[in-house]
């Protein structure tokens, strides 16, 4: 059914959280003032172990709440191992094998097993009593597999995205004006405007047979060009929006909203002012042109045994190649594409837990390029069409569990660090080499079980840092 008239109302909303994913029948929006609302009136208790970096703790947490599956039901999710969580800190986290026997140790602080008891993942917004760190945006908590299943990487507080299965795609950007393509997910939708994330805007669409449907909406300004999507400056002229088809919708000279579409929220709309399109693709900034990879092959030569990090190759579960790299060679055969980058991002146990800003400079070699010397490796349109996946594996097993679209090695500069600076803007940290002021840069080698870390350009420190790195797995899809 046509559009004829859309009204932007002056009620704006805060996100309270957004459920989404390709395992999700209905996509479910609640705002803060609903999740206040919600029943809270289940109380909890959970064995919460972590032991990373030689920091090991043993804790018993109450929470208050309901079971997650009254979300899951809510959105119609059927059958999910995997879920995605955001927090409005930027904290994220991938929680596999969902469907796994996890349970509360009583006695988890004397190591012992006795008296367990099944538990199911739960939803908290009171922790021993106390309102949740971000309420009414609530904390995850799940169980242990065992006494030695480090659960509390998982618990996610504030969280106010939840993907159940795989990232939807929304909408695209794409084209010579870009520094790379990016590719935006439905999951990410109330956060992709980073000076209103979270913020809804609602709007009254009115049909042609005169019905009217009230739909969630984000503004998009100038600035989400020029820095999420990093637009060159001389072609913000030149942003069209277009369809599926590829058929030009609207030119985009101003703010734009995009809103979320039928009862599923499965589809997302544009409105520019003027016009209004139910069939949104994307937007295109200059021309559409086939990203093609320019570099020559060159394939390492060092041996298992001599080799500090690798690349394994995989099409649809077969591997199809490995390749082994010696700190030592990448200096000498891979020297003229090392690259120097900065990452600025939130850590939240920073500044005696209130949290904090840190900003890497690191020395290395950006991932895409190692990989696009590969000859099993596509052209760069295939690896940022999401027909390319990636993990990254660290010696001490964590986030390995984590799989990425590729496009995301391009849109974060994704970096495998052998050398930083670091510094910490509410004053020194335990790893710093510089304070924030300072002008001169102190590099120093990673220090860890390898030689490595990688780095990557998103908002939190849990996405952004990936230590004691071994090796990273691509999977070809077709």
């Known amino acids: 059914m046509e559009i004829k008239s859309v009204t932007i109302l002056q009620k704006t909303d805060q996100a309270g959280l957004f459920i989404s994913g390709s395992a999700a029948g209905r996509n479910v929006l609640y705002t803060c003032e609903e999740l206040e609302r919600q029943e809270k009136n289940k109380c909890c208790r959970f064995s919460v172990y972590d032991n990373h970096e030689d920091a090991e703790s043993k804790d018993i947490e109450e ?9 899951l039901d809510a959105a119609c999710v059927t059958d999910t191992e995997e879920i995605r969580l955001k927090s409005v800190d930027g ?10 026997n996890r349970y509360y140790f009583p006695k988890l602080r004397e190591g012992m097993s006795e008296g367990r008891e099944p538990r199911e993942a739960f939803i908290s917004f009171y922790k ?11 904390t995850i908590m799940f169980g242990q597999q065992g006494l030695d299943d480090k659960n509390k990487d998982y618990f996610s507080k504030g969280i106010r995205m939840l993907v159940a299965g795989s990232q939807e795609q929304g909408f695209w950007v794409r084209g010579t004006g870009l520094r790379c393509n990016r590719y935006f997910s439905l999951g990410s939708f109330f956060e992709l405007n980073r000076a209103e994330a979270g913020t809804i805007y609602w709007m009254e ?13 984000i503004r998009l300004t100038r600035s989400f060009w020029e820095e999420q999507a990093e637009c060159a400056p001389e072609y913000m002229d030149q942003l069209r929006a277009v369809d599926h088809a590829g058929e030009t919708i609207g030119n985009v000279t101003d703010a734009i909203w995009l809103f979320l579409l039928d009862e599923t929220y499965k589809r997302i709309g544009y409105y520019d002012g003027t016009t209004v399109s139910e069939d949104f693709a994307g937007i295109v900034a200059g ?14 030569q060092t041996t298992v045994k001599d080799s500090d990090f690798y690349i394994r190759i995989r099409r649809q579960g077969q591997e199809l190649a490995t390749w082994y790299y010696s700190f030592a060679e990448l200096q000498s055969a891979y020297g003229d594409v090392a690259s120097e980058e ?6 939240h146990n920073m500044n005696n837990g209130r949290g904090g800003q840190r900003k890497v400079t690191a020395h290395g070699w950006l991932l895409l390029n190692l990989l696009e010397f590969l000859p099993q490796i596509p052209d760069r349109e295939e690896i940022e069409n999401g027909s390319v996946l990636f993990q990254i594996f660290t010696n001490d097993n964590y986030k390995e569990k984590i799989v990425l679209s590729a496009d995301e090695l391009s849109a974060y500069r994704f970096i495998l660090a052998y050398e930083q600076d670091q510094r910490t803007q509410t004053g ?9 002021e300072d002008a001169e840069r102190r590099f120093v080698p990673i220090r860890g079980t390898t030689p490595f870390r990688v780095y990557c350009g998103k908002e939190s420190a849990n996405p952004s840092v990936y230590k004691n790195v071994a090796g990273m797995q691509v999977e070809l899809l077709f």
Do not use: M
């Open 128 to 138: 021993n009593g106390i309102p949740v760190k971000y309420y009414p945006h609530p």
């Open 205 to 217: 669409l009115k049909y042609a047979d005169g019905s009217h449907q009230k739909a969630p909406a």
């Open 287 to 300: 021309e559409l042109e086939p990203i093609v990879s320019r570099c020559e092959k060159r394939v390492p």
């Open 428 to 436: 020194a940290e335990p790893g710093d080499t510089s304070l924030w």
């Open 63 to 71: 929470g208050r709440g309901f079971p997650l599956q009254n979300y």
């Open 91 to 100: 904290f994220e986290s991938i929680v596999t094998e969902l469907k796994s």
């Open 342 to 347: 900065e990452y600025c991002y939130y850590n």
